[in-house]
């Protein structure tokens, strides 16, 4: 089946300091991939959608100067939270969707997740 | 904006037991549903996909059933395990392919 990696898996930073997280298909292109965060005991919410080729779009609420998307590729999307601060202090999990036989049909892959933690 | 909800939010049970958890969404157009299961501190594993056109889908010990009309899925679970203790969320997705996730439902299955 269709795989979805991310890297890190795990990132401990100080306050302040930027991540970046990245998120690739591995067996698949794929045009577009999504960016969520899942707080505790929460359920996973959109944060935004990275295309290749052009601007990210970002969900309400979600600040597009903090969380920088960068989809670099057919296979990569990176996800970069600048001047992070504790309560960035999430767990954040890409997806990314294949294009089925069916013409419009599409499965979405998503990614291990990565564990953030701002001290 | 769609909204997807799950009942119940916790849930125990002893082995053996047959058992639902029902999502419910707003939105009735919907492209396809999924479920998934999450272990506490990973990622997600797909368990069943459903699309728009299908009523249901099985896999071993899961059915999924979908009544896109009424905006409800259940999934049903049959001779539960200990091991099939994770939470477990269903998830709808638009013809842009963003999800949105369910709140829910936390299992133990109690040996």
């Known amino acids: 089946g269709a795989v979805v990696s991310q890297h890190p898996s795990r990132v401990i930073c100080k306050s302040g300091t930027s991540v970046k997280i990245e998120c690739r298909s591995l067996d698949f292109q794929a045009t577009t991939m999504f960016w969520y965060r899942q707080f505790p005991k929460q359920s996973l919410m959109l944060m935004a959608t990275s295309n290749e080729g052009s601007k990210a779009t970002y969900e309400q609420g979600v600040e597009k100067d903090k969380f920088l998307i960068n989809h670099a590729s057919l296979t990569l999307s990176t996800l970069t939270v600048t001047s992070a601060h504790p309560e960035d202090s999430s767990f954040y999990i890409c997806?990314?969707?294949?294009?089925?036989?069916?013409?419009?049909?599409?499965?979405?892959?998503f990614g291990p997740g990565t564990r953030l933690t701002v001290l | 904006k769609q909204e997807v909800t799950q009942i119940p939010a916790a849930l125990s049970v002893p082995e053996g037991e047959n058992l639902v958890l029902n999502c419910s969404f707003t939105?009735?157009?919907?492209?396809?549903l999924q479920w998934f299961r999450q272990d506490p501190g990973k990622g997600l594993t797909s368990l069943l996909l459903?699309?728009?056109?299908?009523r249901e889908q099985t896999s071993g010990r899961l059915n999924a059933s979908l009544d896109k009309s009424s905006g409800r899925s259940t999934l049903y679970i049959a001779a539960s395990q200990p091991g099939d203790s994770a939470t477990y969320l269903c998830a709808v997705t638009n013809t842009g392919n963003q999800f949105y996730f369910g709140t829910g439902t936390s299992l133990t299955v109690i040996p």
């Open positions: 997806s990314a969707p294949r294009t089925g036989k069916l013409s419009s049909y599409n499965e979405q892959f």
């Open positions: 459903i699309q728009s056109s299908q």
């Open positions: 939105d009735s157009a919907i492209y396809n």
